[in-house]
Protein backbone atom coordinates (compact mmCIF):
# COMPACT_ATOMS: atom_id res chain seq x y z
CA UNK A 1 0.00 0.00 0.00
CA UNK A 2 2.74 2.44 0.45
CA UNK A 3 3.90 2.38 -3.00
CA UNK A 4 0.65 2.62 -4.49
CA UNK A 5 1.00 6.00 -2.19
CA UNK A 6 4.51 7.10 -2.94
CA UNK A 7 3.72 6.47 -6.74
CA UNK A 8 0.57 8.00 -6.41
CA UNK A 9 2.07 11.14 -5.07
CA UNK A 10 4.83 11.45 -7.22
CA UNK A 11 3.04 10.95 -10.42
CA UNK A 12 0.30 13.25 -9.26
CA UNK A 13 2.61 16.23 -7.85
CA UNK A 14 4.49 15.67 -11.86
CA UNK A 15 1.16 15.99 -13.24
CA UNK A 16 -0.46 18.60 -11.35
CA UNK A 17 3.10 21.26 -11.73
CA UNK A 18 3.43 20.31 -15.36
CA UNK A 19 6.73 18.38 -15.35
CA UNK A 20 8.22 18.30 -18.87
CA UNK A 21 7.99 14.47 -18.93
CA UNK A 22 4.35 14.42 -18.27
CA UNK A 23 3.67 17.45 -20.54
CA UNK A 24 5.82 15.56 -23.63
CA UNK A 25 3.80 12.44 -22.75
CA UNK A 26 -0.05 14.18 -22.38
CA UNK A 27 0.23 16.66 -25.28
CA UNK A 28 0.45 13.61 -27.63
CA UNK A 29 -3.08 12.99 -26.66
CA UNK A 30 -3.91 16.48 -26.34
CA UNK A 31 -4.06 17.61 -22.95
CA UNK A 32 -3.50 20.76 -22.33
CA UNK A 33 -1.82 22.03 -19.49
CA UNK A 34 -5.66 22.38 -17.39
CA UNK A 35 -6.50 18.99 -18.46
CA UNK A 36 -2.86 17.50 -16.72
CA UNK A 37 -3.27 19.26 -13.86
CA UNK A 38 -6.81 17.96 -13.83
CA UNK A 39 -5.60 14.48 -13.96
CA UNK A 40 -2.70 15.20 -11.09
CA UNK A 41 -5.24 16.79 -8.71
CA UNK A 42 -7.24 13.68 -9.48
CA UNK A 43 -4.34 11.41 -8.95
CA UNK A 44 -3.02 12.93 -5.73
CA UNK A 45 -7.04 13.04 -4.29
CA UNK A 46 -7.09 9.44 -4.68
CA UNK A 47 -3.71 8.57 -3.54
CA UNK A 48 -5.27 10.47 0.06
CA UNK A 49 -8.03 8.49 -0.10
CA UNK A 50 -6.10 5.34 0.12
CA UNK A 51 -4.80 6.12 3.44
CA UNK A 52 -8.57 5.94 5.05
CA UNK A 53 -10.11 2.68 5.62
CA UNK A 54 -13.44 4.04 5.00
CA UNK A 55 -12.41 5.90 1.48
CA UNK A 56 -9.91 3.30 0.92
CA UNK A 57 -11.99 1.76 -1.78
CA UNK A 58 -12.76 4.77 -3.83
CA UNK A 59 -9.46 6.32 -3.54
CA UNK A 60 -8.07 2.56 -5.24
CA UNK A 61 -10.61 3.09 -7.89
CA UNK A 62 -10.11 6.62 -8.73
CA UNK A 63 -6.29 5.92 -8.76
CA UNK A 64 -6.87 2.32 -11.06
CA UNK A 65 -9.54 4.42 -13.62
CA UNK A 66 -6.48 6.76 -14.21
CA UNK A 67 -3.93 4.17 -14.50
CA UNK A 68 -6.60 2.38 -17.09
CA UNK A 69 -7.20 5.73 -19.27
CA UNK A 70 -4.11 6.07 -19.39
CA UNK A 71 -3.41 2.31 -20.52
CA UNK A 72 -5.99 3.09 -23.50
CA UNK A 73 -3.91 6.32 -24.74
CA UNK A 74 -0.87 4.31 -24.88
CA UNK A 75 -3.34 1.62 -26.72
CA UNK A 76 -4.38 4.26 -29.28
CA UNK A 77 -0.79 5.15 -30.36
CA UNK A 78 -0.67 1.85 -30.40
CA UNK A 79 2.29 1.92 -27.55
CA UNK A 80 2.85 -1.50 -26.40
CA UNK A 81 5.93 -0.64 -24.27
CA UNK A 82 3.68 1.72 -22.44
CA UNK A 83 1.10 -0.13 -21.68
CA UNK A 84 3.33 -2.85 -20.42
CA UNK A 85 5.16 -0.20 -18.69
CA UNK A 86 1.67 0.71 -16.83
CA UNK A 87 -0.04 -2.51 -15.77
CA UNK A 88 1.47 -3.70 -13.03
CA UNK A 89 0.34 -0.45 -11.06
CA UNK A 90 -3.10 -1.41 -12.54
CA UNK A 91 -2.35 -4.87 -11.06
CA UNK A 92 -0.99 -3.28 -7.63
CA UNK A 93 -4.39 -1.31 -7.44
CA UNK A 94 -6.63 -4.34 -7.71
CA UNK A 95 -4.61 -6.33 -5.50
CA UNK A 96 -3.79 -3.76 -2.46
CA UNK A 97 -8.26 -3.66 -2.79
CA UNK A 98 -8.48 -7.49 -1.98
CA UNK A 99 -5.71 -7.27 0.91
CA UNK A 100 -8.24 -4.56 2.10
CA UNK A 101 -6.49 -1.92 3.99
CA UNK A 102 -4.06 -2.98 7.11
CA UNK A 103 -6.18 -0.65 9.56
CA UNK A 104 -10.07 -1.55 8.42
CA UNK A 105 -10.15 -4.04 11.77
CA UNK A 106 -9.74 -0.86 13.95
CA UNK A 107 -12.61 0.95 12.95
CA UNK A 108 -10.55 4.42 12.35
Not at 14 to 31: C, L, Q, R, T
Not at 40 to 51: D, E
Request: aromatic share 12%; hydrophobic share 55%; charged share 10%.
Amino acid sequence: MLIAVFMGLKQGWAMFIGKPEMVEMFNKWNFGKTGLTINGAITITSTLLILFPRTFVWGNFLMAAGILLIICLHLLDKDLKGTLIELPFLLLNLVIIYLQHPLAKLNL
